[in-house]
């Protein structure tokens, strides 16, 4: 979530909701979705290089009505991809590849704090800020890696992914490079990033493009346990907040990151799980621009609506789709 949004509302009291963070599921196929349309089809689409799981052509996925979306599954392929796939906004979910831009220069174990990052003075000026989603760190104060990873991902702290940014390579606009490189190593060429959180409506991808990112950074055993993490509390702050991902903890989601603003509209890359033949497999999913030009709130419910459906009827047909297409 950000854009025109005043600074998230503590929590007095988070539960922590189970969300499992076990082993990678590395997604069989190429990185990214494939057919366009509302139903699958066996053609790739997009030159994705991935055609569409022969047994998707017999699943009736709810794709969402406007935006656009794409659904791959771990060992199976795609479910296929819905819309032009043309870049727009994509607010907040930009921070997914602050994140992997991080992690790959900055490795960790899943359960590791990480480096010490000595929070600056502009982070915690930018901490209340009354036009963009933040969290508050104190000037000088020392944080480790993962807490802050979790204060960009949780609740979408704009402020703690510039500070990763500078801590990184000194420069904001320096690591925005960096992001647009790791782009083009993941054959992301819808997408350009021109800051590091989101806010800038000239950040803008694709569907495809992001869930080809999103499989990738599940592969992080540190990435997956941050972007299941239920709630964070910031340090000296007294301040806990949840999730902004409303789906986390149930129909198997475990993670992704949400983004929303006016000119994105509502967006959600989402990942879960789901038993197929005695396999547990990860399925993850991207949905953009939902009522983009609206409030970021109402966009931000019609993602999450749209999220919620497709996993939902994911969940329910996959297995006997798989059923049907061994026999």
Do not use: C
Not at 3 to 23: D, E, I, K, Y
Not at 25 to 40: C, I
């Amino acid at each position: 979530m950000l854009l025109h949004r005043s600074v998230l509302v503590p929590l007095t009291a988070a539960g922590v909701l189970a969300a499992g963070t076990g082993g990678w599921y590395a997604v069989g196929g190429s990185p990214n979705g494939s057919t366009t349309g509302a139903t699958a089809g066996p053609a790739a689409a997009q030159g994705s290089g991935e055609e569409v799981a022969p047994l998707a052509r017999s699943m009736q996925l709810p794709w969402p009505r406007e935006g656009q979306a794409s659904v791959a599954v771990e060992g199976i392929g795609s479910l296929g991809t819905r819309g032009e796939q043309k870049p727009v906004p994509i607010a907040s979910v930009t921070k997914v590849m602050t994140a992997y831009v991080i992690l790959k220069h900055h490795p960790m174990s899943a359960d590791a704090p990480g480096a010490t990052v000595v929070a600056d003075q502009r982070a915690a000026d930018e901490s209340y800020s009354s036009v963009e989603t933040t969290a508050p760190v104190l000037a000088g104060r020392k944080y480790t890696q993962r807490r802050l990873l979790e204060l960009m991902m949780v609740p979408s702290g704009n402020n703690v992914a510039r500070l990763l940014a500078r801590w990184d390579t000194g420069d904001e606009k320096a690591f925005v490079a960096k992001m647009n490189r790791a782009a083009a190593g993941l054959g992301m060429r819808a997408t350009t990033y021109t800051g590091v959180s989101g806010m800038e409506a000239s950040t803008r991808s694709t569907a495809v493009d992001q869930l080809r990112l999103a499989r990738a950074a599940m592969k992080d055993p540190a990435f997956r346990r941050i972007v299941a993490t239920a709630s964070v509390t910031a340090p000296g702050a007294g301040v806990t907040f949840r999730n902004t991902n409303k789906l986390l903890g149930h129909d198997g989601v475990i993670g992704l990151k949400t983004g929303s603003s006016t000119p994105a509209g509502g967006n959600l890359v989402w990942a879960t799980t789901q038993e197929v033949a005695g396999v547990r497999r990860l399925v993850i999913g991207v949905v953009l621009h939902q009522r983009a030009g609206t409030s970021p709130a109402e966009g931000s419910a019609a993602a999450h609506e749209a999220g919620r459906a497709l996993i939902a009827a994911i969940r329910a047909g996959l297995p006997a789709a798989a059923n049907r297409a061994s026999q």
